[in-house]
């Protein structure tokens, strides 16, 4: 990896394994993050991240191999690494019976910050996620958006130089996801480092320098999104539909037509260097599909690819 | 477990506390008013009448007699509540533990801190206490300042193991379970209204386990200045069992259910 020269890795892991009595969760991973880079855990649901994440956490044991967050070992160390860590979990735990400001102070005092750094730090992390208007309001009646924004701010109340977050923007509506997704690409300007879990490969796509897919307890492939891409997937893809029923009669004479052909239970996959050219190839053998999309490789085809299966079922 | 850590829990406790601060006293001022009225007072009178009462009684008036087992029930209460219904749903419905644990603290600064702040709110509420059984004249020894300490262990002794019981179970049926066949016996049986001398010989030594009836025989004896030091070191060590023994059970609880 050389765009991670001379950068320290903040956290560090060989052979990483968390079982549950006799299910295996994280099957033996090895991966590193280096100091100011983006990286994600991308996965359907199951795969093994969000135990990783309460790994590097340090709310987790890790049952067997080595992990070094921090330059630190968890089972050691744990509250000096999670001093410095911000964490934003997939479930929210705000404490809903206190006012948003509220939340943030007491968040506060469990780092052992004082008041008095506290107030106005406050009050500048609830400007940046957008809830300044919203400072004494009592938390339980906030939207799902707004509350992941608070425990956005609340994650950063320590000044975290590693920012965990375990699907971020899972059940959010779009809208709220962009206005998320634009926090997240500020800090990661200012240099806070990101670890981000997510089955949405547009997010993945967004906000990671660096991936790992799992799927299964183990890591498949690691890499940019575009390494990824051309690793496992063609520049392009056509996407046909046909009518319920049909698809099976006409797959075998898109045969050759592609570098790869997938053939989903609702639609046939083209994968391709030139999507004009394999449209045109298409109409040319006579198949008429309902619909034609011509479109990017992303990394959901990368997943099809390494799992035989889609991310999101 | 850093002391420090332990009070950030309990500063975390009492922000929620005085949302609802207000009623608090005022119910911790209010019931044992009215239960010393009624009980004390209006069902006394006529106990008071019959001919054993002045000796199974202690030579006291049933007022007097029955005030500082209240303290003691109150406390168990007090801790009943603070102990289910916060600590489940610190767990499950809303839980602010889990995000607790992603900071500095440990299990042991959560429980620590958990436990102290039901020990700060039971201080509170029998000292309250104490002041409504002066307005009514139930008191009959200085010693009595030192049932507020003997009250706060009793609810300790009571809120520690129900602490470990509510951080483990998944719905809340379990908790009525606990009022239903722990606390409200105990409040009825442990020595509260009448003394276990009037039990069947069983029932007499059911009582004597139950952390209750030993806060009870001690607030009472110190109410009354008939405390002895021998039977009253027994009923601390006894109820100081019962609190470590029960925070250790819920250190065990909250780590099993938080640290997965």
């Known amino acids: 990896m050389p765009e991670r020269a001379g950068r ?33 855990f991308l996965g359907p649901n199951g795969a093994g991240k969000s135990s990783t994440m309460r790994m590097i956490g340090c709310v987790s044991p890790v049952t067997e191999g080595k992990l070094l967050v921090l330059g630190r070992d968890p089972a050691v160390h744990g509250a000096e690494i999670r001093a410095r860590l911000g964490v934003v979990p997939q479930e929210d735990n705000l404490d809903n019976e206190l006012t948003v400001f509220e939340n943030l102070l007491v968040y506060g005092r469990y780092f052992d910050l004082p008041r008095s750094v506290l107030k106005p730090r406050i009050d ?27 425990t956005i701010a609340r994650s950063l ?32 300007q200012q240099g806070v480092t990101l670890v981000l879990t997510t089955h949405y490969m547009d997010e993945a796509e967004q906000l990671c320098d660096r991936l790992v897919v799992m799927d299964k307890a183990r890591i498949v492939a690691e890499g940019s999104p575009r390494e990824l891409i051309e ?59 309902e619909n034609i999309v011509e479109r990017r490789s992303t990394l959901e085809d990368v997943f099809l690819r390494l799992t035989g299966r889609s991310l999101v079922d | ?52 009462s002045a000796s199974t009684l ?12 209240l303290l003691a029930a109150t406390a168990m209460q007090v801790a009943a509540g603070e102990a289910t219904y916060p600590v489940l749903a610190s767990v499950k419905w809303n839980p602010v533990y889990r995000g607790m644990l992603a900071t500095p603290l440990s299990v042991g600064d959560l429980v620590a801190g958990q436990v102290t702040w039901i020990g700060i709110r039971l ?116 109820l100081s069992t019962w609190f470590v023994v029960g925070t250790w059970l819920a250190a065990k609880a909250f780590a099993k259910r938080l640290i997965l």
């Open chain 1, 8 to 40: 320290p890795n903040l956290i560090e892991a060989r052979g990483l394994t968390k079982r549950f009595g006799s299910f295996t969760a994280v099957d033996n991973v090895d991966f590193d993050v280096a100091a100011g880079e983006a990286f994600g």
């Open chain 2, 1 to 52: 477990m850093e002391a420090s850590r332990t009070m950030r829990v309990v500063e975390s406790r009492l922000l929620t506390y005085k949302r609802t601060w207000r009623f608090g006293v005022t119910t911790s001022f209010v019931n044992p008013f009215l239960f010393l009225l009624s009980m004390g007072v209006g069902l006394g009178s006529i106990v008071d009448k019959s001919t054993t």
């Open chain 1, 231 to 289: 690793r496992y997937s063609t520049r392009e893809v056509v996407e046909l539909r046909f009518p319920a029923g049909t698809q099976e009669s006409v797959a075998y004479r898109l045969d050759g037509i592609a570098t790869r052909t997938e053939v989903l239970p609702d639609r046939v996959l083209l994968y391709t260097d030139d999507a004009d050219a394999t449209v045109a190839a298409v109409h040319r053998r006579a198949v008429v599909p």
């Open chain 2, 123 to 238: 201080l509170q509420a029998t000292t309250v206490f104490l002041v409504v059984m002066g307005l009514f004249g139930a008191i009959e020894s200085p010693l009595a300042l030192a049932a507020v300490p003997a009250a706060t262990l009793t609810g300790l002794a009571i809120a520690a193991p129900i602490c470990a019981y509510s951080a483990s179970i998944e719905r809340d049926t379990g908790l009525s379970t606990v009022l239903r066949f722990g606390i409200i016996p105990m409040f009825l049986f442990s020595g509260t209204f009448f003394p276990i001398s009037q039990l069947p010989t069983a029932l007499q030594w059911i009582a004597y386990f139950t952390p209750l009836w030993h806060g009870v025989d001690l607030c009472r004896s110190l109410s009354l200045g008939t405390a002895e030091l021998l039977p009253s070191i027994g009923h601390v060590v006894y």
């Open chain 1, 124 to 150: 500048e992390l609830l400007d940046f996620v957008q809830l300044g208007d919203r400072r004494d309001d009592r938390t339980e009646p906030l939207s799902g958006g707004m509350k992941r924004r608070l």
């Open chain 1, 157 to 188: 109340i320590n000044e975290p130089e590693l920012l965990l977050l375990d699907e971020p923007t899972t059940g959010l509506d779009p809208q709220a996801r962009h206005v998320l997704w634009d926090r997240l690409y500020r800090l990661k």
């Open chain 2, 58 to 69: 202690h030579g006291v008036d049933y007022l007097t007699f029955l005030a500082p087992g």
